[in-house]
């Protein structure tokens, strides 16, 4: 099974959201945004889209909602260089909305659940979406520690959709990646430990697993 990591940029501002994605550009192909409202998470990042017309980068990106109401918004999100959108299932009244959106839009779409919600709650999502998140941490800032439930789910979605996209979220680092690997997750989106190090390409290829 081959292993996306994916660097994700949790900042306050557009500028530095620029500098994170220049810094990854040599190393990967996508980006993560995480944009916080401060009502869905408590904690609030940069999450404007009206400046994504000015960034120009080679990378696709992906960007996580987590929002509340995210069917209210989510137009806004749905243009370059945006591939792909993450919602969770516990901001939303209406998923089949957000999916129709999207891909009217042609963008994929991905389901994510925070830590207290059951794994079950993504299986009638299997074939309708094209990526699944099990988010390991509470929705907020970079830096939190990975909760140990994560692992469970990940396994069991894995076991029940052999074909799907899981992308784990939160708290990935040197140490946890490889059991987060083995659980059966194929993207692993890390910020804190890619953006601290002073050999970016060397650590994403760690988190992947990989030494080349």
Partial sequence: ????????????TFEE???????????VSWCHLDVTDGVFSKHVTWHDPRDLPQLVTKLKIEVHLMVAEPEKIIDQWLIEPIKRVIVHL???KDPELVIRKCRDAEREIGFAINPETF????????????????LA????????????EAIDKIRHLRSACPH???EADGGVN??????IREAGANVLVAGNVIFNSSEIGSAVNTLRGSTS
């Fill in 1 to 12: 099974m081959s292993i996306e990591v994916i660097p994700s940029i949790n900042v306050s």
């Fill in 17 to 27: 959201v620029q500098e994170r994605i220049k810094k990854v550009e040599p190393h």
């Fill in 90 to 92: 516990e901001a939303m």
């Fill in 119 to 134: 794994w079950g709650k993504l299986q009638p999502w299997f074939e309708k979406v094209d990526l699944m998140q099990v």
């Fill in 137 to 148: 941490v509470s929705p907020g800032p970079s830096g939190q520690k990975m909760g140990e």
């Fill in 164 to 166: 799907c996209i899981i």
């Fill in 174 to 179: 040197f140490e946890t990646a490889p059991r």
